[in-house]
Each structure stands twice: as structure tokens, then as C-alpha cells.
């Protein structure tokens, strides 16, 4: 059950390895501490299936690869009141945006007839639409805090996440930075 | 009023002039650079393309200072000081210029440092956290740039290149080889090695990798290294470029 007077967090992972949510579990015994002040709404590690219409904090993991990406984004936008770019395909597109430098035709080949042994071919069904161009996801929509890392430490989104349920805002740049 | 000439080891007289850093008062000699001079006094100016020991380029303007009484900023590392200069090395504009310096250059080319071989130690991705740039506004320009990994030792990865010519200037003024050199002019702009040619057919390279170790970033790297390996060794430079001009 939700308590009102904890912090709301919503979290999900776009175009990305799930390591930066993996680093979140690194928290280990921190995330007894975090239970009591915060309520995780939704999230990859939760079971709730739809994100609640006005959360406190929301963070993404991952790029902008996909139309099922972009929708993800705008509505964590518009019912998170703080948004959080997690790790460097958030916050830059890291290694998804690698294939921007390919024909999307040659990608498509690359990840399901060239390097595929047992029934080679493209997927018809059931995959979201590919954008042309992977994006970080402040190029879609405005994120109001920039984690780096890859992944960021567990003792950095610890930082962010204490910092936060103070009531101030966190500078992450002195703990994380690209690639790390 | 400038100082009294002192002489240096080569003999020359030199007058020393005295300036304002941030607020402190300095004594310098009159052809040293802004750069030479904030160094020498611990006080930290960012720079890229600059490199103790090579001729100055002044390209990357990182280096950007504000003087009193100039219209313009200037870089510090071409910018030699005079008598009563008043220099300022942080202000909120030149941050802000040296933040967009950042971006750009990330946009510009394949700076993923997650999986390049100079992660954690590359002076690119130093600056990026040293200036505070956190994220890129422009947009990423995605263009492809060539790998040349034809020397038999060493890799050039044009993706990862800055453009500070520092392999150029180790090339010709330390080894005396000169096999690098620019060509191209804007985004067209790259490092070549001899007329163009594969690096591995270069009939001017000694193989001798100063440019690989003077290289700020994983464009130019020995063969065989994996995310996060190479790393770079850049500490003989002032020491041959001495020997080289006493001669």
C-alpha cells in the first residue's frame, strides 16, 4: 500500500542493458533504509503493469531507440515532477547510438539474418518501431537531472536519491562522469 | 614599469613583467605565455591541444581567459602575458564557453567513452567532468569517420580524433619523421598519415608511437588493447624537446 508521506519513484529502462537498474540493487541493504522513505511505483523490479498518473520521481535508463521508447519518455515527462536521465544511454545514447552511423536496413540484417543460425529473418509482429536515429532522452523531452556512468555507482544514485528525498537538488558530477 | 632584464640559460635577457591572476599578483617573464605562467603558479587552467614540450597550436580554446580591457577572450596558450595584464580565468562566461567547446566536440564525432580503449584515461573525457558538462544540448552528428589499423603496432580511429595536431607536432618536431599532417578543412577535416596513404604503408614512419602516447584521447592507440586499457605515457616529451633545442 501507498504511504503519503513518502516520496513517490517510478523508474523504467528504454534502450539500455539494465545495468543501471542492476547498480540500483547494488544499493544491497541501503534499499531497506530507501523502503522507508520512498515507494517505488513502478518499475522493471515491481509489479505494478501502469504508471501512476503524478509521481514525485521519475528516472529512465536507456536511450531513445524505439517508438515504444519515445511514449515511455513523454509520459514519464508528463506525470513525473522530477525526471532523472540514469546512466550514459540516457543521458548521451552510449553504445544503442552506435548504430546510427548504420542504414537501418543493414541493422535489421545485422540483428536478425547475419549473425541468427536457426530461422534467420526479420521479425513481422511484436517489435516496436525503430527511429532512424537513437537519441539521449533529453533530446525528446526535458530531463531536470543528469546522472553519467556506466552504469553509475551504487554509492552515486545513493547520493542522488538521499539528496533528493532531503529536498535539495543533487550534483551528481563530482561522483560520476562519462563511462564510468 | 616593466622589471630588469634577467638572463635565461640561452643567454637571452628577458624582462619581467608583472600581472594580476585571479586576483594574485605575479611576476613573469615577458615571453612566457598566459598558460606557462598560470601553470608555474599552480592556478589550473583547462587545455586540449596544448602540450608542454611541443610548439603551441591554439586550436581547441579551451585555454579561453578573459583580460582586462580586451573585447574579446583570448587563448591563454598563444597569448604571451604583458605589464599589468588582469587576467581572469573562470568566470561564467568562459565556462559556459568552455562547456559548449565540450559539447561540440562530443557532437561531432564517436565520443562513447563506455567502450573505448582510452576510458579512464583519456583528457577528453577529464575535461567533460572538470568543466561540468554533464550532457550534450546540440545534436549528435552521427557521421562515420575511417579506422586505419594497417600499422603494424598502432591504430588510428579518426572517430575519436579532436583535431589538436598534437601527433602532428610530436611527428615533426620531436621525431623529425613529420608522417602526420592535416588535411580537409571542416567536418572533412582529418589527421593523414604521409600523402594519405594507409599508415601501414607509410614509408616516413619510424614506428617510434610518440604519437600515439601524446594522443589526449583514444584516436590514436596500440593494437591489442580492450575498453579501458590504453594508457598513455606522455612524460619524455619535455625532456627530448630540451635536448633537441640545446643542440
Given amino acids: 500500500m501507498s504511504d503519503s508521506a513518502k516520496i513517490t519513484l517510478a523508474t523504467a529502462w528504454l534502450d539500455g542493458c539494465s545495468g543501471c537498474h542492476m547498480s540500483f540493487l547494488d544499493l544491497d541493504q541501503r534499499l531497506i533504509e530507501l523502503a522507508e522513505k520512498v515507494d517505488i511505483v513502478y518499475s522493471p523490479i515491481v509489479d505494478t503493469k501502469e504508471l501512476p498518473r503524478d509521481v514525485d520521481v521519475g528516472i529512465l535508463e536507456g536511450a531513445v531507440s524505439t517508438e515504444e521508447n519515445l511514449q515511455v519518455a513523454r509520459r514519464f515527462r508528463e506525470r513525473c515532477k522530477f525526471l532523472i536521465s540514469l546512466g550514459d544511454c540516457a543521458v548521451s545514447g552510449n553504445v544503442p547510438s552506435m548504430r546510427n552511423t548504420f542504414d537501418l536496413d543493414d541493422v535489421f540484417d545485422r540483428a536478425f539474418v547475419e549473425t541468427v543460425q536457426t530461422q534467420p529473418g526479420r521479425p513481422t509482429e511484436s517489435l516496436p518501431t525503430l527511429l532512424r536515429t537513437v537519441v539521449p532522452i533529453h533530446h525528446v523531452v526535458n530531463v531536470d537531472l543528469f546522472v553519467q556512468g556506466c552504469p553509475p555507482s551504487a554509492d552515486t544514485i545513493w547520493y542522488v536519491l538521499t539528496e533528493l528525498i532531503a529536498g535539495r537538488t543533487p550534483d551528481p558530477t563530482q561522483l560520476t562522469r562519462f563511462g564510468a | ?247
Fill in chain 2, 1 to 247: 614599469m616593466p622589471g630588469p632584464p634577467v638572463t635565461t640559460s640561452t643567454g637571452m635577457k628577458v624582462r619581467v613583467v608583472t600581472l594580476k591572476i585571479n586576483e594574485h599578483d605575479i611576476g613573469a617573464r615577458e615571453t612566457d605565455s598566459i598558460l606557462d605562467v598560470a601553470q608555474a603558479n599552480h592556478i589550473r587552467i583547462p587545455s586540449l591541444c596544448f602540450l608542454e614540450g611541443l610548439s603551441t597550436w591554439g586550436a581547441c580554446r579551451l585555454c579561453v581567459v578573459e583580460i582586462e580591457g580586451y573585447p574579446r577572450p583570448v587563448s591563454a596558450c598563444s597569448t604571451t602575458v604583458s605589464e599589468g595584464m588582469v587576467i581572469t580565468t573562470h568566470s561564467d562566461r568562459l565556462k559556459r564557453y568552455r562547456r559548449t567547446i565540450l559539447e561540440l566536440l562530443f557532437a561531432e564525432r564517436n565520443h562513447v567513452c563506455s567502450v573505448c580503449v582510452s576510458n579512464g584515461h583519456c583528457e577528453l573525457q577529464d575535461l567533460a567532468a572538470e568543466c561540468g558538462m554533464d550532457h550534450v544540448r546540440v545534436p549528435y552528428r552521427n557521421q562515420p569517420y575511417a579506422v586505419d589499423s594497417t600499422h603494424e603496432m598502432y591504430r588510428v580511429d579518426h572517430n575519436r580524433c579532436v583535431l589538436c595536431t598534437r601527433c602532428v607536432r610530436v611527428c615533426d618536431e620531436i621525431e623529425g619523421a613529420h608522417t602526420w599532417d592535416v588535411m580537409g578543412r571542416g567536418i572533412e577535416c582529418q589527421v593523414i598519415t604521409d600523402m594519405n596513404q594507409p599508415w601501414g604503408d607509410s614509408s616516413s614512419c619510424t614506428s617510434c608511437g610518440k604519437c600515439v602516447q601524446v594522443c589526449p584521447t583514444g584516436a590514436l592507440v596500440k593494437k591489442g588493447t580492450a575498453a579501458g586499457e590504453m594508457e598513455k605515457h606522455d612524460e619524455f616529451l619535455p625532456y627530448l624537446a630540451q635536448m633537441r633545442g640545446n643542440r
